[in-house]
């Protein structure tokens, strides 16, 4: 696993007053699919309902304490990659809380929590490339 961090993503109780707050910051985002992409310099950050975000973290709500209400995510350059960092991570003493498998998005991924519960998405996207440093750019969604 590479020493990076590809996206940051909050979980929200309203897309909508998160995302107006951000722009009242002068940030500039793109909504896709119930989703708000910001670019942050060579990463990026996004706003996700906190419910969509547990779930698809493969944790609990927030009503046992279980979800934190934010994601890490390392981007990998193949979908191999997804099922070699996962391995390595339980190896280390991870908990795998969402195995590897195709997304909704076209991508494939996984999701584990280091040793104190902090999740970690760990994804193949081709719509989100990665430059040589493991940068990554969004591309124009064409709406926000």
Not at 63 to 69: L, R, T
Not at 87 to 104: H, I, L, N, S, Y
Not at 120 to 144: C, H
Request: aromatic share 12%.
């Amino acid at each position: 696993m590479e020493q990076r961090i590809s996206l940051v993503t909050l979980g929200v109780a309203d897309l909508r007053r998160a995302k107006e707050f951000y722009e009242r910051l002068g940030w500039q985002g793109q909504e896709l699919e119930r989703t708000v992409f910001f670019q942050t310099g060579c990463m990026a950050f996004a706003l996700w309902g906190r419910a969509e975000l547990a779930a698809d973290s493969g944790l609990a709500g927030e009503s046992d304490g279980g979800f934190g209400g934010i994601c890490l995510a390392h981007n990998v350059r193949h979908q191999h990659e997804v099922d070699e960092v996962i391995e390595t991570a339980r190896q280390a003493g991870a908990t795998v809380t969402r195995p590897p498998a195709e997304t909704f998005y076209g991508g494939y991924a996984g999701v584990f929590t280091d040793l104190d519960g902090h999740a970690w998405e760990i994804a193949y996207n081709p719509g989100f490339p990665l430059a040589p440093d493991g940068s990554v750019t969004l591309p124009d969604f064409g709406a926000s």
